[in-house]
């Protein structure tokens, strides 16, 4: 993308309004598949970093140990909408979109620095799972508060990367 850094960051951050967090990733050259262009799977792991940082950002009693209560996918899709190619950065913006009662939908969208410009969306939605009876459970009230405030929060995010 050209034009200057500051341009580059207000463009980002226009694509970017609105998502509770923001998770920042290089493109590596090994990320690339035969065709030259950014493997689909590696879309995947860029969503699960993005997705640990947001449920970081919802604290409750739910943790990411095997023991107890905790996250586990249950749906994940991504739409691809314009090539990646190395050398670039990508920024993935995660918010709290629906609220159920086991479950939660995240939406988030993955934009590259290079291009400006939105490359792929996706939705994931996350059971809260009792690993001790193997079932799904209610989302307890902390981390419901929790991704209330996250729902509720407009404008600027929180920002990780590596």
């Known amino acids: 993308m050209g034009g200057d850094e500051a341009g580059v960051e207000d463009v980002l ?12 990733l290089p493109v590596q050259w090994g990320d690339q598949d035969a065709f030259g262009h950014v493997n689909n799977v590696v879309y995947f792991r860029w969503l699960e970093s993005a997705r640990i940082d947001l449920l970081a950002a919802c604290p409750s009693g739910v943790g990411m140990t095997n ?3 905790g996250p586990i996918v249950a749906s994940l899709t991504c739409d691809y909408r314009r090539q990646l190619r190395f050398p670039d950065e990508v920024s993935v913006g995660s ?4 609220l159920g009662n086991t479950s939660v939908e995240l939406e988030h969208v993955v934009v590259s620095r290079m291009q400006g410009q939105v490359v792929a969306t ?15 459970t209610r989302i ?20 990780s990367g590596t």
Do not use: W
């Not at 996706?122 to 799904?136: D, G, I, K, S, T």
């Open 95 to 98: 918010r709290v979109g629906k």
């Open 13 to 24: 951050q226009g694509l970017l309004r609105g998502y509770h967090t923001v998770t920042r």
């Open 122 to 136: 996706a939705r994931c939605v996350v059971v809260v799972f009792n690993y001790q009876l193997q079932r799904p």
């Open 140 to 159: 307890p009230d902390d981390l419901r508060r929790a991704f209330e405030r996250s729902m509720a929060i407009a404008g600027g995010a929180v920002e």
């Open 67 to 69: 023991a107890g209560l």
